[in-house]
């Protein structure tokens, strides 16, 4: 709401009123009649060229901020035009409606305000009992008048003020706000993005980094074999593998058909695993029902990071690789008979590994260990155990839960 044009309106409708009820007393002289009437028309023109100014245009904003001396001037100025047209008819008096919340709007500081307004009611209060011939009864109405005014003037304009403080208050928190969620959505962007690169770094590292590994050991065992067709024959299906790898990189916001499930993946993983190393790769899937794909691709990322840290550290002849549900969890282990941690732990960054695969688990709320096996099937190695919530899926045709057994796997190859 513009208040500067209701201010407008409504000094010119005070103005005019009081300008027909002095020249419409015909008890009064000319002077008592047309005195008034041009001191208010002073007050209007004093108004529009520099009072108007300083009413804010909407509640709170003010244009303008008065200068000191020019504010004290136009408000002893406008004091003094309705004074003396108080003191030649004391109708005038109600210029007070308009002046005192002008002095407000004038005033560069609170202070100010509140001594102008002392000045303000004392002088009309003087000017009401000169219009009255300085009587008893006069002086007193006079003093009320000047003493009520200054009291409720007071009173308002600092509660107004107070007001008009908040409202600005308000629009400058509001503003930091809007820059703050600015910048907060810029920098979800930015994290957004860091996310999107780090996790790309990691399909990369976890895909096309470990089959070019595999097909770079490859070459160096067929450049010692004397007959390196079956090494070259290998080369070429991990060549082809790291083919579909970075197709499938390029097209990852496509539809993901399921026509290789996480046990027959993990197989294949495992016999590949096996033919590059001469390892034996024992794997073993128990679960009642489908993950969701999202979480299959996660575990059967976190087993390629798994075989790949054995055939760099390892130095193992056989590996287990096993899935399988309990209770709410869904566990995934990665043990080898290999020469175990040497003292290396989770926590070392050494390159992408172990540090994007946790990152990766912690991600659906899972958590990543590498530990020792100091007993069980294998006296010595690592265990690479994975942890992650499982997601219950209710069937859509009603039928019951497939038994673990029924969906186990178990694989060996030499």
Partial sequence: MNTRRWWDVAVILVIA?????????????TVERWGPAGLLIALGVLYAALLRRYVPVHIGITDDEPPLGIGIAAQFTMIALAAASIALNADMMNTLVIVLPLIWLSSSGTTQAIVMNVVTTAAFGAAFAQSQGWTPGGTVTALSIAGISTAFSVALGLWISSIASWGSERARLLAELTAAQGQLEAAHRESGATGERERLARDIHDTIAQSLTSIVMLAERASRETDPTPTIALIEDTARESLDEARGLVAANAPVTASAPLERSLTRLGERFARETGMRVETRVELAEPLP???????????????????????ADHVAIALRRIDDEIRLTVTDDGRGLGGVTI???RGF??????ERVGLVGGTLSVTDAASGRFPSGTILCVTVPAVDRTSTDGAAPMPASASSIRKETS
């Fill in 347 to 349: 926590d070392d960054e």
């Fill in 17 to 29: 009123t009081l300008c027909v009820i002095a020249l419409a007393d015909s008890d009064s002289t």
């Fill in 353 to 358: 590994g172990l540090s994007g695969m946790r």
């Fill in 293 to 315: 794909r999202e979480r299959e691709v996660m575990l059967l990322r976190c087993v390629q990071e798994g075989l790949a840290n054995v055939r760099k550290h390892a130095r």
